[in-house]
């Protein structure tokens, strides 16, 4: 079941919500470029198991509005707090790849974790995907301005460029093609206003501020969002865990689908604390 809801003046944002009568809620947000068809391979399964599944796409992605502004954690945080309100979840699990995870721990420090019994964290770009004088983990900023440049030269090469290194196990031509058509789905403004954001903004006080159990998920050959990020999560919030997927880069919920669904379902199931 597809709708949209409305964020603030003007702009709307969709939403997946597939099997609503399940008894277990998961909110998927996804990481950047892609949308909610990224997890493709998650509401194949999960859904079976008695699982209701929401994705939700960004505003600028998918099939969401795209205004040109509004591409900042707070505001993003707000688009997430206001399907959470539309659609009165309570005691869901949200889950974020990628960037869609650094929204979801901004998620926990704006709006306090409203409704969260679970957070789960998947290669999140969370506290800073750039390294910093105070942070050396993360990539070079060079790298993220080098991909601003890129999205307003030749926004078609730059995300088969990121295609190519986004997954560790071997992917078919097809499925590169319908990774890069998801890319292709956003607004080449809202892409590069988020990799600005990734220069722009960090979230140490948010993930200090956690406080529901916390499974993290990263992939240790990770070329996007390195595995030291994961650790970095796993040393600030108080109950939490971290499990490497050695098989995996930053796609680990395809590159080891069957792993990644099993661990998720084992976390929203388990009612004990994480450590």
């Not at 600028?60 to 309100?85: A, H, I, M, Q």
Request: glycine share 10%; with cysteine.
């Amino acid at each position: 079941m597809g709708y949209y809801v409305k964020v603030e003046s003007g702009v709307k944002v969709f939403v997946e919500d597939i099997n609503p009568e399940g008894d277990k809620t998961i909110v998927f947000l996804h990481g950047w470029p892609g949308n909610h068809n990224l997890f493709e391979y998650q509401f194949d399964e999960l859904p079976k198991r008695g699982y209701r599944c929401i994705g939700i796409d960004q505003r600028g992605f998918g099939e969401s509005d795209k205004p040109f502004t509004g591409y900042d954690y707070n505001r993003l945080s707000d688009d997430v707090w206001c399907v959470v309100k539309a659609l009165g979840l309570k005691n869901f699990t949200l889950s974020g790849h990628s960037t869609g995870g650094a929204i979801a721990v901004k998620y926990m420090g704006r709006h306090k974790g409203e409704g969260v019994s679970k957070l789960a964290l998947f290669a999140a770009a969370a506290p800073s995907l750039i390294k910093r004088p105070n942070f050396p983990y993360g990539i070079d900023e060079s790298v993220v301005t080098n991909i601003i440049q890129e999205t307003y030269a030749d926004r078609p090469k730059m995300l088969s460029d990121f295609g190519d290194i986004f997954f560790f196990q071997h992917i078919t031509e097809p499925f590169a093609q319908w990774f890069l058509q998801l890319g292709l789905q956003a607004a080449g403004w809202a892409t590069a206003a988020i990799a600005n954001t990734w220069i722009q903004e960090e979230l140490f006080s948010d993930l200090a501020s956690i406080n529901v159990p916390t499974l993290i998920l990263h992939g240790i050959h990770d070329k996007v969002v390195p595995f030291e990020l994961g650790q970095v999560q796993n040393q600030s919030i108080r109950d939490s865990k971290l499990i490497p997927f050695n098989l995996s880069g930053h796609g680990l919920f395809y590159d080891e689908k069957d792993k990644f669904n099993k661990e998720l379902m084992k976390f929203v199931e388990n009612r004990t604390s994480t450590k």
